[in-house]
């Protein structure tokens, strides 16, 4: 069993940055491979970025591609995604997941793929 705690959302104006922590409990964090979600208001949660259990391969959704970042540090038990130049439309609740996903290139950006959520963290992005 793994449970994740996000942190590090908040309000930023457009342009910002900001970083979402991801904490795991657990002795097996490093057999996950982990992704971020979002889900802005009134709409369906969707895909941001999903990273392999070493941190070899990396994925993002087109719309975040060049902005965001996702990490991971093992030794911490820990996943992150760096934020740069936030738009208002990057307003969400922000979820990271966790899954033994063995594609990650066609599985990681399927919700259904991960098996333990957190609560999530709310980023709100002025204009």
């Known amino acids: 069993q793994v449970q994740l705690a996000e942190s590090g959302g908040g309000l930023v104006q457009a342009g910002g940055s900001l970083r979402l922590s991801c904490a795991a409990s657990?002795?097996?964090?490093?057999?996950?491979?982990m992704g971020w979600f979002r889900q802005p208001p009134g709409k369906e949660r969707e895909f941001v970025a999903a990273?392999?259990?070493?941190?070899?391969?990396?994925y993002y959704a087109d719309s975040v591609k060049g902005r965001f970042t996702i990490s991971r540090d093992n030794a911490k038990n820990t996943v992150y995604l760096q934020m740069n130049s936030l738009k208002p439309e990057d307003t969400a609740v922000y979820y990271c997941?966790?899954?033994?996903?063995?594609?990650?290139?066609?599985?990681?950006?399927?919700?259904?793929?991960?098996?333990?959520w957190g609560q999530g963290t709310q980023v709100t992005v002025s204009s």
């Open positions: 657990g002795r097996t964090f490093s057999s996950y491979a």
């Open positions: 990273i392999s259990w070493n941190g070899d391969r990396t």
């Open positions: 997941a966790a899954g033994i996903i063995f594609s990650i290139a066609t599985m990681g950006r399927r919700r259904g793929a991960y098996d333990y």
